[in-house]
């Protein structure tokens, strides 16, 4: 049995791809804080009520039941979206901020670190409750 594909697991795993995908922003916004004429950009905050929504299946089910999902998902790709016009910009036009970054970047890892905690807690708990400890 896969818990990938249940449902409290999925969403975990959502969020952590997600925060991957956000880590890979910061840094490459870090990464061109010299860069003339560079603005920095972020992804779309993280909706849970939108999961599933834009899911890709690869397997079709059919649904008895109205709430019922579709099927399994691919990992989705989040959108990028332009970081709102900064008031500070460099004699380059560069309009990366290093400190607020960093902060975004110090979130991130926190965030990370807490899917990382739910799920493992989660699994110790499905483990527990099939009697295998």
Not at 82 to 104: C, F, H, S, T, W
Request: proline share 4%; no cysteine.
């Amino acid at each position: 049995m896969d818990i990938g594909k249940l449902g409290m697991f999925a969403n975990l795993k959502e969020k952590m791809d997600w925060l991957t995908q956000r880590q890979e922003v910061i840094a490459q916004n870090i990464a061109n804080s010299d860069t003339p004429n560079y603005r920095a950009s972020d992804l779309k905050e993280f909706d849970p009520k939108n999961i599933g929504r834009d899911r890709q299946f690869i397997l079709a089910m059919q649904a008895t039941t109205p709430g019922h999902t579709q099927g399994l998902h691919k990992p989705q790709n989040f959108k990028d979206e332009e970081v709102r016009k900064n008031y500070e910009v460099a004699p380059g036009k560069n309009a990366v901020i290093l400190e607020e970054q960093m902060v975004k970047m110090n979130e991130n890892q926190v965030d990370y670190q807490t899917m990382t905690r739910l799920y493992a807690k989660q699994k110790s708990m499905f483990i527990s409750a099939l009697g295998r400890v």
